[in-house]
């Protein structure tokens, strides 16, 4: 198996990791909105600490402060997407923001052709565009003009997904941007953390929360970041959609939701997207070879 498959397959385990959020926090009894997403946060700080420490013998900040103004500005995109989903949620329906964030693939193809000179073939194109549409039909029903403030709000999660995606992919060779997921954990708590006191969470919530911060966030993350290496930044929000198709799947096997027609009918479409462009790119690489254009001057 080539370095691609493999890093195709670990990114569908972190969207499989990332998907499960929904399923657990219906489990929860008392915590809600601004803290869970503070506690979730916090776990996945703690989480990193302890991997970077396990990683640097008992010393984690310092691949933070090697990363320096890059592994801040990853951080920051990471702490927007940790904190802006919810916000999102708030302000406007679960299917308005899912529509916003299905744009996520489209602008990672075009940040990744404007800055790292990234081609896409005209399959491809079609695995986006035939993705966003599945999305677009799973959520068609809940879909509405009210909240538009919070589908403004949504927009910056997959516009920080792309940023960060690409960030990764020109940086990888000369900073370990791994540690960003710490920055980004630390500031989703301190923006978070007004909103959400008083805490109501017991031990029962503090459980779930401790396993969503690590292995529903930090732990995908850290895989996402080494997948990131040998994937194109197009490839990377396209199989990560996979958390969209997949979350009403655990919420229907483990909290007993009911799972619309469409909601099926457009995740088939999603997985067929994915799976087509997959192989068709894996063939690509058993075959020559496609030239790329020229990476930009500069660490890539």
Do not use: Y
Not at 187 to 195: K, M
């Amino acid at each position: 198996m080539s370095k691609r498959s493999r890093a195709a397959l670990l990114l569908a385990f972190a969207a499989g990791c990332w998907s499960i959020a929904g399923v657990l926090t219906r489990q929860l009894d008392s915590a809600s909105g601004f803290e869970i997403t503070f506690w979730r946060s916090f776990f996945c700080a703690v989480t990193m600490l302890l991997i970077l420490g396990w990683q640097q013998r008992g010393n984690p900040l310092a691949p933070l402060r090697a990363a320096g103004w890059a592994g801040l500005a990853s951080g920051l995109m990471w702490g927007v997407m940790f904190t802006c989903f919810m916000l999102a949620l708030t302000r406007t329906s679960v299917a308005n923001t899912l529509l916003v964030m299905s744009i996520g693939p489209l602008l990672a193809a075009l940040l990744g052709r404007a800055v790292l000179g990234t081609r896409l073939s005209t399959a491809t194109w079609g695995a986006i565009v035939l993705a966003g549409l599945g999305i677009g039909w799973m959520v068609h029903e809940g879909v509405s003009a009210d909240g538009l403030a919070g589908m403004s709000i949504a927009l910056a999660v997959p516009v920080a997904s792309a940023i960060n995606i690409v960030m990764l992919k020109r940086l990888h060779a000369s900073v370990d941007l791994g540690p960003a997921v710490l920055t980004g954990a630390l500031l989703s708590c301190l923006i978070t953390l007004p909103f959400a006191w008083p805490f109501t969470a017991g031990a029962h919530d503090l459980a779930i929360l401790a396993l969503l911060g690590a292995w529903q966030l930090a732990i995908p993350c850290v895989l996402m970041i080494r997948a990131v290496r040998h994937l194109a930044s197009h490839e990377v929000a396209l199989i990560a959609l996979l958390e969209v198709v997949l979350g009403p799947i655990w919420a229907w096997l483990g909290a007993d939701e009911a799972i619309p027609a469409a909601t099926i009918q457009g995740g088939l479409i999603v997985l067929g997207a994915l799976v087509g462009n997959e192989l068709l790119a894996a063939r690509s690489e058993r075959g020559p070879a496609a030239q790329p254009l020229p990476p930009p001057t500069g660490p890539a």
